[in-house]
């Protein structure tokens, strides 16, 4: 039996770990053909062995942005998942950190839909699926200023882009996740250890967060992508999606 992407091809950003690996394998997984894409080019590449084709990007880099999509041809699934979370308040953010952080989490997100739209608009069928947070304009989060500063521009984006081409065919919703068991939030938790006391008091700090008691997988915001990309969702746009275990209640 055909999966729910069957024939779409699918274009993921940040695919070589965590959400963004996930939902490459998710959609994969629906038969989608998935190209993953990824700065690590080693990480990216061990998606090989499961039938996905990888090419290495540094969504930063305008012209490789460019060529990628290009070279990948129509697209009809884009997730643009690549992103960073400092920890700062507005005391302690520097420009350096404010500069990085619009540039990887909202203007990489800007360049990468306007590379595959043209496409999208020509065949009026798409879907762009944006990584923003519900620490954002849904919810503040203490020591994240510039992360959810640059999460509500997310929304932002990700509205606009919905409305001008709600009539053309084209979707576009974002995911606001609560804390997702990865591997950045792994490297976040060794940055507060110190603080925290000791890794495991870091961690169960993090899990405290959520309502449910636990941190959401991976596979479990990757299967939302997979539920924004098919067509049982073609009524839904320009809608932040909070997927948070309870944190916002």
Same mark, same amino acid.
């Given at each position: 039996?055909?999966?729910?992407?069957?024939?779409?091809?699918? +274009?993921?950003? #940040?695919?070589?770990?965590?959400?963004?690996?996930?939902?490459? !394998?998710?959609?994969?997984?629906?038969?989608?053909?998935?190209?993953?894409?990824? %700065? $690590?080019?080693?990480?990216?590449?061990?998606?090989?062995? %499961?039938?996905?084709?990888?090419?290495?990007?540094?969504?930063?880099?305008?012209?490789?942005?460019?060529?990628? #999509?290009?070279?990948?041809?129509?697209?009809?699934? !884009?997730?643009?998942?690549?992103?960073?979370?400092?920890?700062?308040?507005? +005391?302690?953010?520097?420009?350096?950190?404010?500069?990085?952080?619009?540039?990887?989490? /909202? %203007?990489?997100?800007?360049?990468?839909?306007? #590379?595959?739209?043209?496409?999208?608009?020509?065949?009026?069928?798409?879907?762009? /699926?944006?990584?923003?947070?519900?620490?954002?304009?849904?919810?503040?989060?203490?020591? @994240?200023?510039?992360?959810?500063?640059?999460?509500?521009?997310?929304?932002?984006?990700?509205?606009?882009?919905?409305?001008?081409?709600?009539?053309?065919?084209? %979707?576009?919703?974002?995911?606001?996740?609560?804390?997702?068991?990865?591997?950045?939030?792994?490297?976040?938790?060794?940055?507060?250890?110190? #603080?925290?006391?000791?890794?495991?008091?870091?961690?169960?700090?993090? /899990?405290?967060?959520?309502?449910?008691? @636990? !941190?959401?997988?991976?596979?479990?915001?990757?299967?939302?992508?997979?539920? !924004?990309?098919?067509?049982?969702?073609?009524?839904?746009?320009?809608?932040?999606?909070?997927? $948070?275990?309870?944190?916002?209640?």
């Amino acid at each position: 039996m055909p999966g729910r992407l069957a024939g779409k091809r699918a +274009l993921v950003t #940040a695919a070589g770990q965590g959400i963004g690996r996930a939902a490459a !394998l998710a959609m994969a997984a629906e038969g989608a053909s998935v190209i993953a894409t990824d %700065r $690590d080019a080693r990480k990216v590449g061990e998606l090989a062995a %499961r039938g996905i084709a990888h090419v290495p990007l540094d969504v930063l880099d305008d012209a490789a942005v460019e060529r990628v #999509a290009k070279e990948a041809g129509p697209i009809d699934v !884009l997730f643009n998942c690549a992103g960073f979370v400092h920890q700062n308040t507005i +005391l302690t953010c520097t420009d350096e950190e404010w500069d990085f952080a619009f540039a990887l989490n /909202v %203007r990489a997100m800007w360049k990468m839909a306007r #590379a595959v739209l043209p496409g999208m608009i020509e065949r009026r069928s798409g879907v762009i /699926v944006n990584m923003s947070s519900a620490c954002s304009s849904v919810k503040g989060a203490p020591n @994240r200023f510039v992360y959810g500063t640059t999460k509500a521009a997310v929304i932002g984006l990700t509205k606009s882009i919905a409305t001008e081409y709600v009539t053309q065919g084209i %979707r576009c919703n974002c995911l606001c996740p609560g804390t997702v068991d990865t591997p950045s939030l792994h490297d976040r938790i060794a940055d507060n250890a110190a #603080a925290a006391g000791s890794v495991e008091a870091a961690h169960a700090a993090f /899990v405290a967060r959520q309502a449910m008691g @636990r !941190l959401a997988t991976a596979e479990e915001i990757a299967a939302l992508v997979v539920y !924004l990309a098919a067509p049982e969702s073609t009524f839904v746009t320009g809608q932040a999606i909070v997927i $948070d275990g309870g944190w916002t209640l």
